[in-house]
C-alpha cells in the first residue's frame, strides 16, 4: 500500500508533464478563444472574444503582435443583450471572402445568437456586418455560441457546429455564397458530454486526409480556483473523428463523442493552466498548428490574464499529439 502511494505521488507530476509547452509569444498575447488565420502575403491575423472581436497581426507565429482594432464597429447589428462584447470568432475563408463567426450572448444565458461578418482583406475596418445565422433560447435544446464552419466532401458542401453546454454541440449544413449565409437543414447533435451539467464547448472540426476531426473544450471554465478544483475537471482539449464531415465522432478507443467520448490532445500541465478554446489552421512555415488560450499559474487565473498558446500538430496512426 505503501509502496503504491508512493508510486502515484511519483507518477502525477509526470502526469501533468506529459505534454509539450506552448510555442512563444510576444507583444501582444492576451486572447480568449481565439481564431488564427496565416493570409496569402504570409501576414497573421488572429482574432479573440471580447471588444467586438479583437485583431492582433504578426508576421511571425511567435510574434511580435500587435493589436489592430476590432471586426465590428460599435455594436453587432444583431440586437439582443451582449452586442457590445461578442464571443469565439471564428474565420473562414472560401472563395475570395473572409467569414468572421460570432456569438452574442451573456454569461450564462441561453438567450444567444450567431452572427457574421464578411471581409475581403481581415483588416480592422473593412468588416461588413451581415447579421444573424443561429438563435436559441430557454426553450432550444443548445446554445447558440462557439461556432465552427468546416467543409465536407465537395466545394460548396459547407457545415456549421455550434453549442455550449445544455444539449452540447450541434451542426447543420449551411449554403454560403458571396455575403450570405444560410442555415439549410439537417441539425443534429454531434457531441454531448452526459454527466453532471455537460461542460463540453467550443466545438472545432479540421479536415485532414478525408477524415474530420472534431476537437472540443472540455471541463470548467473560466472562473477558476486552482486550490480546490480538481487538476482534471478544468478545461483540456480532446478530440473525436468520423470519415463523414456529419458523423458520428468517435474517439480513438471507440467511444461516441455523442456519450462523452473524446480522447485528450492537451490537458494542464507544469504552469499551463486549463488549455482550450481550441483552432487548428495550417501554417506553410509549421504544418498543422493547434491554436488555444491558456492560463499561467506564475501569473494568474483571471480572465485578463488568458494568453495565446499553438503547438505544432503530429499525426500518428491518423490521430493529432501535439509537439
Known amino acids: ?21 506552448p510555442g512563444a509569444c510576444s507583444g501582444e498575447c492576451f486572447t480568449h478563444d481565439p ?4 493570409r496569402a502575403d504570409g501576414k497573421y491575423f488572429r482574432f479573440s472574444t471580447l471588444d467586438l472581436i479583437g485583431i492582433s497581426t504578426a508576421d511571425d507565429l511567435a510574434g511580435p503582435w500587435t493589436r489592430s482594432g476590432s471586426v465590428i464597429q460599435g455594436a453587432s447589428v444583431i440586437d439582443m443583450p451582449g452586442n457590445g462584447v461578442l464571443w469565439a470568432p471564428d474565420v473562414v475563408y472560401i472563395r475570395g471572402t473572409y467569414y468572421c463567426f460570432y456569438a452574442v450572448s451573456t454569461s450564462g444565458s441561453q438567450n444567444s445568437a450567431i452572427g457574421y461578418a464578411t471581409s475581403t482583406t481581415m483588416e480592422s475596418g473593412s468588416w461588413s456586418d451581415q ?7 430557454g426553450n432550444s435544446p443548445y446554445n447558440a455560441i462557439d461556432s465552427n464552419v468546416v467543409n465536407g466532401t465537395g466545394p460548396n458542401e459547407w457545415y456549421l457546429q455550434w453549442g455550449s453546454y445544455w444539449d452540447n454541440i450541434y451542426q447543420s449544413r449551411v449554403a454560403i455564397n458571396g455575403e450570405y449565409v444560410f442555415r439549410s437543414g439537417n441539425e443534429h447533435q454531434i457531441a454531448y458530454e452526459p454527466s453532471g451539467n455537460h461542460k463540453m464547448e467550443g466545438a472545432f472540426i479540421w479536415k ?6 472534431l476537437f472540443l473544450s472540455k471541463g470548467l471554465c473560466c472562473t477558476y480556483n486552482p486550490d480546490t478544483d480538481p487538476i482534471d475537471q478544468v478545461y483540456h482539449v ?30 494542464s500541465h507544469g504552469n499551463v493552466y486549463a488549455p482550450g478554446g481550441q483552432g487548428v489552421f495550417h501554417d506553410d512555415a509549421h504544418g498543422d498548428v493547434l491554436y488555444y488560450h491558456y492560463l499561467d499559474l506564475s501569473v494568474g487565473v483571471d480572465y ?8 505544432v500538430l503530429q499525426w500518428t496512426d491518423g490521430w493529432p499529439t501535439i509537439v
Not at 481564431?35 to 496565416?38: P, S, T
Not at 485532414?208 to 476531426?213: I, S, V
Open 208 to 213: 485532414r486526409d478525408n477524415l474530420w476531426y
Open 304 to 311: 485578463s490574464q488568458s494568453k495565446f498558446g499553438w503547438n
Open 238 to 267: 480532446t478530440v473525436c473523428r468520423s470519415d463523414n464531415p456529419a458523423g458520428p465522432y468517435v474517439d480513438r478507443n471507440g467511444v461516441a463523442c455523442t456519450n462523452g467520448g473524446g480522447t485528450t490532445v492537451l490537458a
Open 35 to 38: 481564431a488564427v488565420v496565416k
Open 131 to 137: 447579421g444573424i445565422v443561429v438563435t436559441s433560447t
Open 1 to 21: 500500500m505503501l509502496l503504491s502511494a508512493l508510486s502515484a505521488l511519483v507518477l502525477a507530476p509526470l502526469a501533468l508533464a506529459q505534454y509539450p509547452n
